[in-house]
């Protein structure tokens, strides 16, 4: 005891633990970290104090491999095993940077399957968020319902590519495959049959008086402090601020499409809080049906392979793309040097940036909150840590 | 505003600060500038109204080789929806940019991860510790010239 | 049934033997159907199947596969545990949950003990569980397991007072403490039980007494002190095998004895709810554990239909909601009697 | 006050909804099956477990380099003239013994990008997806079908003819170079072989 009063204990950030404070180290094992996150909190009692987020657990040297690879196809499987529950963002955001360096244009077709596949990427993503948020708050079963759910968007996913998790599926130029037939029926039953789970799930957890407790205002990131922060994606429409890349930024064939981008409005308590950011993911998937739907109906004839080039040599030069992943927005910066191998390429991760955001909106809140707020930015650590 | 018109504005005001400025032929539109004048010229881009570029997307260390390092910021406006790049070159050897950490709340972990990827210590940020590497690891890198140690803590390191 | 063994076996100490152990001969078959029960209404509700293998039709052994898992299992002391609390901690836990069923009667020829301040004794027993949390979060030298016991202990003493206020209601009405006489008070038809009198304040006393109880057994939506998102384990995080199986057994241990005190004040107990028909103490006995059954159904149903409170909700719904609305209910019943 | 009442009433109202859902789930099928016994069809597409089909394997080390994680490793050697490698099934004719053609499948990431290079469709992925095992060197594949007695004759061989081609390739060099300074003659290297396998990456 007698060091403890002589030398004072520190958090890694140097911030002196009071008497009455404790340091309590949640994860990186832990059930609600989402992975292998690491949160040092200063706690007084059940109140938080302070958050100390600690990354790097999963690191996997995703930019010094990118550097190591003999051609710009290979970092695609790598882009994948960066956000692993919405795969196909990661390598659509890639491959758009590369096609941007090569100034490839893609056919209409290969546009349409693309957006077809992130926004069922999307749905899926947004039901793991949702559905691991329900278990964090301490509801099992809306959980396995989705799953349920995303089940059949892998099973979409795996006819098409024969990966149902890490596709490798957008190439640079094009597709691996084109869509297999009987595809758009059975992606036109997905829709139909999605629709009203949605209900399903708000009857069972959104609109649960326990569950909007729990999440209403709690955690709450105002807008200005959530752009400040480079909060993006629901995090960021969470807190009020009508900011979708896929209409403001608009990439692929986005603006073909009519509809609406889900935005918090504070609706059961302040805007910005946690059961805001939840319902923004719970809306985009039905808006997300919505462009599916318009996708399938309106998709062009063509051939998916006909852009990819034979060598991949861009030009020196570099250039940043971004684009709305599930999680927010996900931009890679690629140098090319003129040769097979690219120079340097540095994702931009929504997870990693939103994550930074998270002791400003934990300090004062109880511990179980802190699951409830790292739930609800809904961090994927592969892609945090990368 | 078109980038042409970002980079005309911010050369009125900061003439010398601009080393290099490609608004056009290249996918990606930069200006590159002095470290010295990084933070006014980040908070010119932030403050001026018709800028308004209140976010930074993304920092990126960049090892640029011969020597250089450089650090390239993708600042964007929520208000106007348009992107500012600005490039700013430190030689490798004294590799210190000054932080804007403080301009933007976002560059704080993407100034620690550039810190330990590639080992460019960001002057007056408020927490410049490792991010993504353990404490002690030795070495940045992302540095092309970086060497992978044969141990690390008594585990082979490449396998 | 006193009488019967005495009869059978001249001695009173076998006779006491017997007598207390019989309640654990229901106790641990029920536990172990209790645990596959439970995984199995969870799965149908969540449209899975559950254990399908051990034993062959449906996996109906796996709970029995699993006791003799954990009996095997290395018993596992963190190295900078309090041993000895660490060891005492789940018999402590079993014993309070195990004691209370000695003064519940299971039917009209079986009470482990006629006292006459049954369910005072039932209600303090109950508490011994309490002590035992808190040696475990203690005594494990962890973080979690602290915050865990000391959740625990707080949610357990605020709901013991709308429990108790709750139960209150009925005594009054029943005038006495004996559970076996308030049994024997609801004979006949099911209009007779407790819930349905004075209605709708004895009705109303039953929720919260049902509310109160799933917090007194930390289930969900109470299930705060072993909060696995929050507090990975709570209490339990550092027990394993046999130890840990105790927990568990008495957790299903308490969760059936709120169940069977609600049977017993509230839905008649062993009574037939059809007067004279199906009645007698081999269907009364029936009828109790049926009864008692039905109740921990109910509890595993919230468990997998709801979310978890926080710890201040918790107790806000302990001390802004059911204590008072129990209070006015007891305000409400005692004017109906006066009047 | 009204608001008390509210929280209550809301408490209980969306209690019992939940509890309708998830009672209505109880007497829905399940949607899981019972996994070995009961197993679903994978679609035509499906990539799991790398298979080559050595008849067919030129030894052109496309896939080799297509991998990005070097799972992936053939080492070849040169056939004599005489000798017959027979054709593969499109019709091209053999010129390499592929002396060994491993695959670390606990290495592979199932990307599938080997596949596509491949001239005479021989590697691609299969639909087995169940092939663990005790220990890992079980995981690295052989598929080359030589025997190592074989092995080490072929190497003998194209070691000799490549002595020879040398020697002839430096008489040759050197009757032409004589008018000119001396040069060292290069190493032979036949137009139609492939560049070897590229210098291993080196995996931080």
Same mark, same amino acid.
């Given at each position: ?200 799930? $708000? ?26 922060? +480079? ?23 986005? $603006? ?107 300090? +004062? ?22 | ?159 | ?339 | ?204």
């Amino acid at each position: 005891m007698a060091e403890v009063l002589t030398a004072p204990l520190k958090t890694s950030t140097g911030r002196t633990i009071r008497r009455e404070e404790m340091v309590l180290n949640m994860g990186p094992q832990h059930p609600s970290t989402h992975g292998v996150l690491r949160l040092e909190l200063v706690v007084d009692g059940e109140i938080v104090v302070d958050v100390i987020p600690h990354i790097g657990y999963l690191h996997r040297c995703f930019e010094k491999h990118c550097e190591a690879m003999t051609n710009y196809q290979q970092v695609i499987p790598y882009c994948d095993r960066m956000d692993y529950v919405a795969a196909i963002h990661m390598e659509w955001s890639y491959v758009l940077a590369v096609e941007k360096l090569l100034g490839i244009q893609v056919p209409e077709r290969v546009e349409y399957i693309r957006v077809i596949f992130a926004e069922l990427q999307r749905i899926a993503s947004h039901l793991i968020a949702a559905g691991t948020y329900g278990l964090d708050i301490g509801a099992f079963t809306p959980f396995l319902y989705m799953f349920r759910e995303r089940e059949r968007i892998l099973d979409l996913f795996e006819m098409t590519c024969g990966a149902r998790l890490l596709y490798n599926y957008f190439w640079i130029g094009g597709l691996s495959h084109d869509l297999p037939p009987g595809f758009i029926d059975k992606a036109k039953a997905f829709c139909s049959y999605f629709r009203p789970k949605i209900k399903e799930y $708000n009857d069972l957890l959104s609109y649960n008086e326990i569950f909007v407790k729990r999440t209403a205002n709690v955690g709450v990131l105002p807008g200005d402090v959530a752009i400040a922060y +480079g909060a993006t994606g629901p995090m960021l429409r969470g807190s009020g601020v009508n900011w979708d890349l896929r209409r403001d930024d608009p990439y692929s064939v986005y $603006n073909k499409f009519q509809w609406e981008v889900a935005v918090g409005k504070g609706e059961v308590g302040t805007v910005g809080d946690c059961w805001d950011r939840y319902m923004v993911r719970i809306r985009e998937m039905e808006q997300s049906i919505t462009i599916i739907e318009q996708a399938l109906a309106g998709m062009p004839e063509g051939d998916v392979a006909s852009a990819i080039p034979k060598r991949i040599r861009p030009n020196p030069g570099d250039v940043y793309v971004r684009t709305e992943a599930a999680r927010g927005e996900i931009g890679f910066y690629v140098v090319s040097d003129g040769s097979a191998t690219p120079y340097r390429i540095k994702a931009r991760s929504p997870s990693f940036v939103n994550l930074s955001a998270l002791p400003e909106i934990c300090r +004062g809140a109880m511990i179980a909150d802190v699951v409830a707020i790292a739930g609800s930015t809904d961090i994927v650590l592969g892609e945090v840590d990368r | 505003m078109t980038s042409q018109q970002i980079c005309e504005k911010i050369r009125e005001r900061f003439g010398p600060a601009i080393r290099e400025a490609k608004t056009e032929g290249v996918p990606n539109p930069f200006v590159s500038v002095a470290p010295e004048n990084l933070r006014d010229i980040s908070l010119f881009l932030r403050d001026e109204a018709d800028l308004a570029c209140d976010s930074l997307m993304c920092l990126s260390g960049v090892d640029s080789g011969k020597g250089m390092l450089g650090a390239v910021y993708h600042i964007a406006s929520t208000a106007h929806r348009h992107t500012v790049t600005l490039k700013v070159q430190v030689p490798a050897e004294k590799a210190e940019i000054p932080s804007v950490a403080d301009i933007w709340p976002a560059a704080n972990w993407h100034e620690r991860e550039a810190y330990d990827l590639i080992g460019i210590t960001f002057t007056g940020h408020p927490d410049l510790r490792r991010i993504l590497l353990p404490d002690d690891w030795p070495g940045h890198p992302l540095r092309k010239d970086f060497k992978v140690p044969e141990f690390y803590h008594g585990m082979k390191v490449p396998y | 049934m006193e009488e019967l063994l005495r009869r059978i076996v001249d001695n009173n100490l076998i006779v006491w033997f017997v007598m207390a152990l019989l309640p654990l001969v229901w106790i641990v078959p029920y536990a172990l159907v209790a645990v596959y029960l439970e995984r199995k209404v969870s799965a149908h509700m969540q449209d899975r199947l559950g254990p399908m293998r051990t034993g062959g039709w449906h996996g109906w052994a796996q709970t029995i596969a699993d006791i003799l898992k954990l009996i095997q299992k290395e018993d596992i002391v963190p190295a900078a545990a309090d041993r000895k609390l660490h060891l005492l901690a789940p018999f402590v836990v079993f014993i309070g949950s195990y004691a209370a069923f000695a003064a519940i009667p299971f039917s009209s020829a079986f009470v482990g003990s006629t006292v006459s301040i049954g369910l005072f004794y039932v209600i303090s027993v109950s508490s011994i569980v309490v002590v035992g949390l808190l040696m475990a979060g203690w005594s494990s030298n962890n973080k979690w397991s602290l915050f865990g016991a000391m959740r625990s202990a707080a949610q357990i003493v605020s709901y013991e007072i709308p429990t108790a206020l709750a139960l209150l209601a009925v005594v009054m009405i029943a005038g006495t403490l004996n559970l076996q006489t308030i049994n024997e008070q609801q004979a006949g038809w099911f209009w007779h039980w407790y819930m349905f009198r004075k209605f709708p304040f004895v009705f109303v006393a039953f929720i919260i007494y049902f509310v109160a109880s799933l917090a007194e057994t930390n289930r969900t939506p109470f299930d705060i002190p072993e909060a696995e998102s929050e507090l990975v384990a709570g209490y339990h995080t550092e027990y394993s095998g046999m130890k840990f199986a105790l927990f568990f057994l008495a957790e299903y241990a308490n969760m059936f004895a709120v169940s069977a005190i609600a049977a017993t004040l509230f839905l008649g107990g062993w009574n037939s709810p059809f007067g004279d028909v199906l009645a007698g103490p081999v269907w009364g006995l029936f009828w109790f554990l049926s009864k008692g059954m039905f109740f921990v159904v109910i509890q595993m149903w919230l468990r997998w239909t709801l979310p978890r409170l926080r710890v201040d909700q918790l107790m806000y719904v302990s001390w802004k909601v059911l204590t008072p609305w129990a209070f006015a209910c007891i305000v409400a019943i005692g004017a109906w009697m006066m009047f | 006050m009204k608001e008390y009442f509210g929280n209550i009433f809301r408490s209980v109202w969306t209690v019992l909804i939940g509890m309708k859902v998830t009672a209505s789930h109880l007497f829905t099928p399940a949607v899981t099956i019972q996994y070995p016994d009961v197993r679903l069809k994978l679609p035509e597409r499906a990539r799991n477990r790398l298979y080559v089909n050595m008849d067919d394997c030129i030894g052109c080390f496309q896939c080799d380099m297509a991998c990005p994680v070097d799972c992936i490793s053939i080492e070849t050697v040169k056939s004599l003239p005489t000798d017959d490698l027979g054709t593969t099934s499109t019709g091209q004719k053999k010129k390499l013994w592929v002396t060994k053609f491993d695959i670390d499948i606990a290495k592979c990431c199932y990307c599938g990008l080997c596949v596509y290079p491949c001239p005479t469709e021989c590697i691609k992925m299969t639909d087995v997806y169940e092939f663990s095992e005790y220990d890992r060197k079980n995981l690295i594949y052989n598929y080359a079908t030589l025997t190592p007695a074989e092995v080490a004759d072929v190497k003998a061989k194209a070691a000799e003819m490549e002595k020879e081609a040398a020697a002839k390739k430096a008489a040759a060099a050197a009757a032409a170079a004589q008018a000119k300074a001396a040069a060292p003659a290069p190493p032979a290297a036949p137009k139609d072989q492939p560049p070897a396998s590229p210098p291993a990456q080196p995996h931080p």
